[in-house]
């Protein structure tokens, strides 16, 4: 399954072509008149949950919707912890508050299951538009098109129920004070220059990372995970997170890391990671694209110019976990037909640029061919697109084995030892698991 | 006479079938909106935690089966010993020192309408924000507690990342919120007890001790046990407070029945499970309430 996904890479002339050819037909489009999704408009009601990587879309996409393509939208946010619940709900109970949810990408497994989702490849949004990151175009399928089905969707046929919205993936954010030679290859190399740079007085703590346990530890932990050469399940959804591969990335997490990380990292969740790396105190981040795109503004970090990106270190691979937020419109919307034409415009090549020089990663190659990139994030995330990056395993289970395995690896943290072990309990914890959920039947 | 005598009769017959119907009538909207929010619910749950629940819809009848499942569940039976652990310490710890400031708030002196007023403060917080508010104590990068430590040469405060001080760092929370309730029940039960045994009791030459012992304590009794009673219930369905704190870590450390039944039930969406686990709860609560009543019984008959 991994390796499939690793093969589709993109390369950076690949995206530029496409991205050129894209931008030639948008302004031959918009010579012959407006674009047809922008003779649409009207109330739209956008749920989503907080997070710095929307910044960009509400600062400078939202105006534009209401001037470009006359649509009223009413954006309402909500914490990360309580939106998957609010929404489900929501979605299942036929409320019809939200014309379109924000998703993160791990839960369209979940909605796509409970089937409460339109179909937008129905609705006329075209999946097929080459366009698309396939990678990110992947993920709004259910049942997934590659990969292991759950049981009850061995056999049915995909359909395009989420499409992306910011293509946002981990990148590293490091000082390059104290990385002067630029972005550390190996952990081994992050680590090693980051003592140096305590050393030298230049900052507290080598690495920061989110310790809290069930989401915030598991997506910190990924990206070693993934470099060590770990896989999550194979094929048959038999877990595999505790090979050899796996144990030793978690027994790096909880003992080189955390030593290198601040003494209260396992208590640690976004903002105190955003408060260390911009606050000047740590030395590099795994992150996504929230904090990092602060890193250049004096009012939000006491470190700008100081702060620069790069691919995430590796140690066999140099792989990111992918995480993009993910547009979905439930069966209950009450402006269904205005959400899928605000979807048509968004993702048309013309907004792509204008998000991308707003300085969001776009979900569309062309996004990636704009003159002035908004970020200096954006072309580290092309980079980081090419050496590789996973999406979560697309299973509706997700949130139950991020859980069970975040409490073990939040355990071995707090003692400073015993990944591998906190491996093992949590794989045995996953299997009894999916056995009672009909997994191995 | 003979024309007039049916009509009073008939209009005496309707006047008593209003009679009769009366009552109902005006029962009527009370029973059918407590029917609504609590029968109806009730009865929904206890059908909803007999079946076999997968993306949210109901797939088969099960039986008793999740109830049985819970008591093979490690991360269930965890929840259990964390909530029976946390209800203990935190409503004992309130319970004596909700009765210490009842106490010393029972005598009359200059200020003291004033400081019973500041006394039941905290109780009238929201506990979301109360929890938010002790976060910013507690958090081990910039909370209170660490500027006090580093002020005094030490390190970060290590609060919510260490399972037992985390543990106890919500007890803290709990008592510094809900020993108020306690005190002002028990204020308003030493108020109501006669004076008369206090003062033959000081002719006879008892000392406090004494009278607090022989007398206060048994005829506060009832009151004890009720408000013991309450805020057990109340402790037991504790989850703002931790939600926003600690959201149960670390690990599993200060995970409660509460915070777990929610996750498994919006988060997991095993419906059927967590229905099951919350009538579990809630037959917990209900017997520890009979077992309450019928002491307070006993107490009555004595």
């Not at chain 1, 979940?110 to 993920?139: N, T, Y």
Request: proline residues 6%; contains cysteine.
């Amino acid at each position: 399954m991994n390796d499939r996904l690793l093969n589709r890479r993109l390369s950076r002339r690949t995206v530029l072509q496409g991205g050129a050819s894209l931008a030639a037909s948008a302004a031959v489009l918009s010579g012959l008149g407006k674009p047809a999704s922008a003779q649409t408009g009207g109330k739209v009601i956008i749920g989503a949950f907080v997070d710095g990587g929307l910044a960009p879309f509400k600062n400078s996409i939202i105006p534009l919707a209401k001037s470009e393509g006359n649509f009223d939208v009413e954006f309402l946010e909500d914490e990360y912890g309580v939106t998957l619940e609010k929404w489900f709900a929501d979605a299942q109970s036929g409320a019809g508050q939200y014309d379109i949810y924000l998703l993160d990408d791990p839960w369209v497994p979940q909605f796509g299951a409970a089937d409460v989702l339109e179909d937008l490849g129905a609705g006329g949004i075209a999946g097929g538009d080459s366009d698309w990151i396939a990678s990110m175009i992947d993920m709004g399928y259910w049942p997934p098109r590659e990969g292991p089905r759950v049981k009850g969707f061995e056999g049915a046929e995909p359909k395009l129920i989420a499409v992306p919205f910011v293509g946002d993936l981990q990148t590293l954010t490091y000082r390059n004070d104290v990385h002067t030679n630029g972005a550390p290859k190996t952990w081994d190399e992050l680590i090693e220059k980051g003592k140096e740079g305590v050393a030298a007085g230049k900052i507290k703590y080598p690495i920061v990372f989110r310790g809290v346990a069930g989401n915030p530890i598991v997506t910190s932990w990924y990206p070693v995970f993934l470099s060590f050469g770990g896989q999550f399940f194979d094929d048959k959804w038999n877990v595999t997170f505790n090979s050899d591969a796996g144990k030793a990335a978690a027994d790096f997490f909880v003992g080189p890391m955390k030593q290198s990380a601040p003494e209260g990292v396992v208590e640690f969740d976004s903002d105190q990671e955003g408060a260390a790396i911009l606050g000047g105190d740590a030395g590099a981040i795994i992150q996504y694209s929230g904090n990092a795109l602060k890193a250049d503004d004096p009012a939000q970090t006491k470190v700008a110019g100081k702060l620069d990106f790069g691919v995430v270190p590796k140690k066999e691979k140099a792989i990111a976990q992918m995480g993009i937020f993910i547009a979905s419109v439930p069966k209950s919307a009450p402006n269904k037909s205005n959400a899928i034409a605000f979807l048509n415009w968004y993702t048309s090549p013309a907004t792509q640029a204008k998000l991308a020089e707003a300085g969001s990663i776009p979900v569309k190659r062309s996004g990636f061919g704009v003159e002035k990139p908004g970020n200096r994030l954006i072309p580290v995330a092309l980079q980081q697109l090419d050496a590789g990056c996973l999406p979560r395993p697309r299973t509706p289970d997700w949130a139950k084995v991020e859980e069970l395995l975040g409490i073990e690896l939040n355990k071995a943290l707090q003692a400073g030892s015993g990944g591998g072990a906190a491996l093992d309990a949590a794989a045995q914890q996953v299997t009894d698991y999916l056995k009672q959920a009909g997994y191995y039947q | 006479m003979k024309q007039t005598a049916p009509v009073i009769s008939r209009g005496r017959s309707q006047g008593a079938g209003l009679d009769l119907a009366l009552p109902y009538l005006l029962l009527a909207p009370s029973v059918l909106i407590t029917f609504i929010v609590l029968v109806y619910p009730l009865w929904d749950g206890l059908k909803a935690s007999t079946k076999f629940y997968r993306y949210g819809k109901p797939l088969r009848e099960v039986g008793l089966d999740n109830y049985l499942r819970l008591w093979s569940d490690s991360q269930f039976l965890n929840s259990l010993l964390v909530t029976v652990s946390f209800v203990g310490l935190a409503v004992a710890i309130e319970t004596l020192l909700g009765l210490a400031l009842a106490l010393f708030c029972q005598r009359e002196f200059r200020g003291i309408r004033l400081l019973r007023t500041v006394l039941i403060v905290p109780m009238v917080i929201t506990p979301v924000v109360v929890a938010i508010v002790f976060r910013l104590i507690y958090a081990s990068d910039a909370g209170m507690l660490t500027t006090l430590s580093e002020l005094a040469g030490g390190g970060p405060a290590q609060i919510l990342g260490h399972p037992t001080r985390a543990f106890i760092g919500l007890v803290v929370l709990d008592v510094w919120e809900w020993t108020p309730l306690m005190f002002l029940i028990l204020l308003a039960g030493l108020q109501s007890l006669p004076s008369e045994p206090f003062e033959a009791a000081r002719v006879d030459g008892a000392g406090p001790w004494r009278i607090f012992r022989d007398h206060t304590l048994p005829m506060l009794g009832p009151v004890l046990a009720i408000a013991i009673v309450l805020r057990t219930i109340d402790a037991f369905g504790t989850f703002d407070q931790v939600f926003v704190l600690t959201r149960g870590g670390p690990g599993e450390a200060t995970r409660l029945l509460s915070v777990f039944g929610y996750d498994t039930a919006f988060k997991f969406q095993q419906t059927g499970y967590a229905a099951a686990l919350f009538v579990t709860m809630g037959l917990m609560i209900l017997a520890l309430a009979l077992a309450a009543v019928r002491l307070l019984r006993r107490e009555d008959v004595a």
